[in-house]
């Protein structure tokens, strides 16, 4: 699957070249790049905030979480689906659903307890190949993750999950990968998501701490896995 994402990986990104000749002609950038480049794609509404790729190394589709998008591209590198995930109503004082209450004595602190639109920065993107899902974590809702269907990101699970798993700020990053659990090994469906995540920067501690530097979550339900 490495070697897989890694080939899919070097056809989206432009990769140029110093190309010399006899004639000591430099040739243009079309001419360095041509062998290179299998497809092209742009949005207008995205300038380019690209925050993971990922590769379904069974049917070779290629999944793209941006600010505020997530795209799905067949093998041939065409876009099949397109999702828009912000912006939305939020804050990082807010719990993630419900009425936000500011608890500050200064009511001039306030202001920042009230929901406005926030973009969404995703923080984590991976296949869950058992449940044939892909599981697409973002800054918006105290660092929520979601599930949406493989080959169809349109199709997002009707369950909301909601536990604070990745940082709930812009800039604070995340690390997250599926891979064997802690229980009987021997069974290949026993896999569980390990997340490393940086403290967010953003919001009150009390929702700051609810995201662990270093986790282990079921991948069905995301409980944590001790």
């Not at 380019?48 to 999944?63: C, E, L, R």
């Not at 591209?73 to 999702?83: G, I, M, Q, S, W």
């Not at 419900?98 to 001039?108: A, F, K, P, R, W």
């Not at 929901?115 to 449940?131: F, G, I, M, R, W």
């Amino acid at each position: 699957r490495v070697n897989h994402a890694k080939v899919l990986l070097s056809k989206l990104i432009l990769i140029t070249c110093t190309l010399c000749t006899c004639t000591g002609v430099q040739p243009t950038l079309a001419q360095q790049t041509s062998g290179y480049v299998m497809n092209t794609f742009s949005d207008v509404t995205n300038i380019g905030n690209i925050n993971h790729m990922v590769t379904d190394a069974t049917t070779g589709k290629v999944y793209v979480a941006a600010v505020n998008k997530l795209y799905q591209f067949n093998e041939r590198l065409e876009v099949e689906k397109t999702v828009t995930t912000g912006p939305q109503e939020d804050s990082p004082f807010c719990p993630p659903t419900g009425d936000c209450v500011c608890t500050d004595l200064g009511e001039e602190d306030c202001d920042v307890y009230q929901k406005q639109e926030t973009a969404c920065h995703n923080k984590a993107l991976v296949v869950d190949y058992n449940s044939n899902k892909l599981i697409v974590c973002s800054n918006l809702f105290q660092g929520r993750c979601e599930k949406r269907q493989l080959g169809d990101i349109n199709n997002l699970a009707d369950v909301i999950y909601d536990e604070a798993i990745v940082p709930n700020d812009m800039s604070s990053s995340a690390y997250m990968f599926i891979a064997p659990g802690p229980g009987d090994l021997s069974r290949p469906n026993d896999q569980v998501m390990y997340i490393g995540a940086t403290r967010s920067t953003a919001g009150i501690k009390i929702y700051q701490d609810l995201v662990p530097a270093v986790s282990s979550r079921r991948l069905d339900n995301f409980d944590f896995v001790f």
